[in-house]
């Protein structure tokens, strides 16, 4: 038996050594772990910020706060990498739900009107009457189309404070 000093060595020692000198074997051998369970490596994580999630907040805030530029380089592409998913889970966030269920029915009859306002044929933008950013749902009785000089002016009012703006500048 290995000995430090007067007292044996214990296992963590041993081990702690072993990768010290086999440094390179060691990172390998992970590397090839790592790739044939990819589930598992999921699992592991999940169970370590579980168990760990205060500090592990306190060092991502951390790192966020003494390297901003990387930081946001990290967030962007991820954005860019998940932009499908993140745009529908920001609507589906001020939508205040999780799916955005209309049938394809009331989709064409909504399509087919013409603009709300003013009656233009032409350039149709689908409108929230309640804005989403106003807490409107997006749902079939919440929908209308305006053309586009319409809805760009309409911008996140609601249709009645848009209305009515537009009367007193008339």
């Known amino acids: 038996m290995k000995r430090i000093g007067d007292r044996p060595m214990t296992p963590a020692e041993r081990q702690r ?5 086999h440094a390179e074997r060691v990172k390998e051998s992970q590397q090839r772990w790592l790739e044939a369970n ?24 951390k790192w966020r706060a003494e390297n901003p530029d990387a930081a946001r380089r990290h967030r962007m ?13 920001m609507a589906a966030r001020r939508a205040k739900t999780k799916a955005f269920v209309i049938a394809d029915k009331d989709a064409r009859r909504i399509m087919s009107q013409p603009c709300a306002e003013c009656g233009a ?8 009457i309640v804005p989403l950013s106003r807490g409107g749902l997006h749902s079939v009785g919440n929908l209308q189309m305006l053309c586009q000089r319409c ?14 703006k537009r009367l007193v500048a008339a």
């Open 38 to 61: 990819p589930e598992r490596r999921k699992e592991v994580a999940r169970n370590f910020y579980q168990r760990n999630k205060k500090s592990e907040n306190a060092r991502a805030m």
């Open 121 to 128: 044929g032409e350039d149709l933008h689908l409108d929230h």
């Open 17 to 21: 050594r072993y990768r010290e000198r």
């Open 151 to 164: 809805n760009l002016s309409k911008n996140s009012q609601l249709t009645v404070e848009w209305r009515a």
């Open 77 to 89: 592409d991820s954005h860019y990498r998940n932009y499908e998913s993140d745009i529908l889970r």
